[in-house]
T-cell receptor, first 116, second 111 residues
Framework: AQTVTQSQPEMSVQEAETVTLSCTYDTSESNYYLFWYKQPPSRQMILVIRQEAYKQQNATENRFSVNFQKAAKSFSLKISDSQLGDTAMYFCAFMAYQTGANNLFFGTGTRLTVIP | KAGVTQTPRYLIKTRGQQVTLSCSPISGHRSVSWYQQTPGQGLQFLFEYFSETQRNKGNFPGRFSGRQFSNSRSEMNVSTLELGDSALYLC??????????FGPGTRLTVT
């Protein structure tokens, strides 16, 4: 079974500053994907960034980047130059790389508030 | 491309009733997954459909069921509603890339 742990229920950051959200996971799978999703007050779940476990290079999407430590089973999200629109719940998620197993396991989320 | 759409957006039902929720995936996406989001249990996987077949199922009672049509649109049904079924039900579609794109959700309230 897969578990995803987000140990920071709430965080805040000043506008234009950098913040890092933590995520750890536990799995016996060797091939998998990791994701960060953002859920703003509108409740629409938005894919922020994806990391394939077989890739050593950390994924980057504009102001969002990850620090993927496979041995430590750690997958943190760094948001640079924080903007007010980044205020949202952030969920870390895991998906095993198996044909016919297209389901996500989510962490409990981190509520991020960007302060003007 | 249009995003994932879900109808209705809000629904109020009474205990014991049944409900059907609908999800239209992104054009070309053949996989549709359903998730339940509650404050207590968080986000939990219900089931996934691919080419009209249930490919994967989460740990939910048989009252929760679904189906997928030839145009990839999917419905989920909950029978004999309980108060604990009150939740945000999210639908997500994906192509082969394993990236799931979510709809806006259906907020179900059971009274």
């Amino acid at each position: 079974a897969q578990t995803v742990t987000q140990s920071q229920p709430e965080m805040s950051v000043q506008e234009a500053e950098t913040v890092t959200l933590s995520c750890t996971y536990d799995t016996s799978e060797s091939n998998y994907y990791l994701f960060w999703y953002k859920q703003p007050p509108s409740r629409q779940m938005i894919l922020v960034i994806r990391q394939e476990a077989y890739k050593q290079q950390n994924a980057t999407e504009n102001r969002f980047s990850v620090n993927f430590q496979k041995a430590a089973k750690s997958f943190s999200l760094k948001i640079s130059d924080s903007q007010l629109g980044d205020t949202a719940m952030y969920f870390c998620a895991f998906m095993a790389y198996q044909t016919g197993a297209n389901n996500l396991f989510f962490g409990t989320g981190t509520r991020l508030t960007v302060i003007p | 491309k249009a995003g994932v759409t879900q109808t209705p957006r809000y629904l109020i039902k009474t205990r014991g009733q049944q409900v059907t929720l609908s999800c239209s995936p992104i054009s070309g996406h053949r996989s549709v997954s359903w998730y339940q989001q509650t404050p207590g249990q968080g986000l939990q996987f219900l089931f996934e459909y691919f080419s009209e077949t249930q490919r994967n199922k989460g740990n939910f009672p048989g009252r929760f069921s679904g189906r997928q049509f030839s145009n990839s649109r999917s419905e989920m049904n909950v029978s004999t509603l309980e108060l604990g079924d009150s939740a945000l039900y999210l639908c997500a579609s994906s192509s082969r890339s394993y990236e799931q794109y979510f709809g806006p959700g259906t907020r179900l309230t059971v009274t």
